[in-house]
């Protein structure tokens, strides 16, 4: 199929972004455009007008602060895997980066972009939430934060766009595990673990309806032991209807799959801390 008509426009600056965002109905962002583009093709999205954001060097860059790791929405998912203070710092969030699809679509896919991408399980997501991480946007009110569990099931608001990922640095005791579907690349289940004084922090997509943190596991796991044993015992005790069957699978197999996918990454992510 081809393109539906639209009109395209590249700002210069962010503030100029927004203001077509909020001013043209039915605009939307063009940044990596691995997914908007094609949805566009097979007629699942629509757009009037395409507001292209991916020269805009302030939406780029990744900086380590005080208060940990800030991703810039249009840094690739190449160079957020490939990044030294990430790969030390949060290595669940440079794992689900480089689990995203293929080279093709790292190099030109986004941070922001990924976790933008709504009603669609993305890898980056869900290593967000579980690092308790933040989503910067920005509007036509300035710029604000939310959870990125939050935002996971908010969305982007209209006229709004993602500016960053702000990501609490962790050291090594962190881990990211997928089984992908094997035609789209995207998770059937994913699984992200950070361990932390105050017990593990454990998030699961794909499975689930959103990304979401399985807080219940995490009580039962407090203090470990972090055993297969001890996991899957640990989700078998979760609701079976959290997880949300789907391609051929159950929901007993999803809630299977994610404790199997959790216990590997809490195993190599308590590793990190011998």
């Given at each position: 199929m081809i393109l539906t008509e639209f009109d395209y426009v590249r700002p210069v600056g962010l503030d100029e972004a927004l203001a077509l965002l909020c001013g043209t109905r039915g605009a939307r962002v063009l940044a990596g455009g691995q997914s908007l583009l094609p949805a566009l093709r097979t007629g699942e999205e629509s757009a009037r007008l395409l507001v292209d954001v991916r020269h805009l060097e302030e939406l780029r860059g990744i900086?380590?602060?005080?208060?940990?790791?800030?991703?810039?929405?249009?840094?690739?998912?190449?160079?957020?895997?490939?990044?030294?203070?990430?790969?030390?710092?949060a290595p669940e969030v440079a794992a689900a980066a480089r689990a995203n699809g293929d080279?093709?679509?790292?190099?030109?896919?986004?941070?922001?972009?990924?976790?933008?991408?709504?009603?669609?399980?993305?890898?980056?997501?869900?290593?967000?939430?579980?690092a308790d991480a933040r989503v910067e946007l920005a509007g036509p009110g300035g710029r604000w934060t939310v959870p990125a569990e939050?935002?996971?099931?908010?969305?982007?608001?209209?006229?709004?766009?993602?500016?960053?990922?702000?990501?609490?640095?962790?050291?090594?005791?962190a881990a990211f595990e997928k089984t992908a579907d094997r035609a789209t690349l995207y998770p059937v289940c994913a699984t992200?673990?950070?361990?932390?004084?105050?017990?593990?922090?454990?998030?699961?997509?794909?499975?689930?309806?959103?990304?979401?943190?399985?807080?219940?596991?995490?009580?039962?796991?407090?203090?470990?032991?972090?055993?297969?044993?001890?996991?899957?015992a640990a989700f078998r005790a979760e609701p079976r209807e959290?997880?949300?069957?789907?391609?051929?699978?159950?929901?007993?197999?999803?809630?299977?799959?994610?404790?199997?996918?959790?216990?590997?990454a809490l195993q190599r992510a308590d590793q990190a801390l011998a």
């Open positions: 900086e380590r602060g005080a208060e940990g790791i800030r991703i810039g929405a249009l840094t690739t998912l190449a160079e957020l895997a490939a990044h030294t203070v990430v790969l030390a710092e080279p093709q679509v790292r190099n030109l896919g986004t941070a922001g972009g990924n976790l933008a991408a709504g009603g669609r399980a993305t890898d980056l997501s869900v290593a967000a939430v579980a939050e935002f996971a099931d908010s969305g982007v608001p209209a006229g709004a766009v993602v500016t960053a990922l702000l990501v609490p640095a962790a050291g090594r005791a992200a673990v950070r361990i932390t004084p105050d017990g593990p922090r454990i998030a699961v997509a794909g499975a689930t309806a959103r990304p979401l943190r399985l807080r219940g596991v995490e009580d039962r796991l407090r203090g470990g032991p972090y055993t297969t044993e001890a996991v899957l959290l997880f949300v069957p789907g391609r051929g699978t159950s929901a007993e197999y999803l809630g299977h799959l994610a404790g199997v996918l959790a216990a590997r």
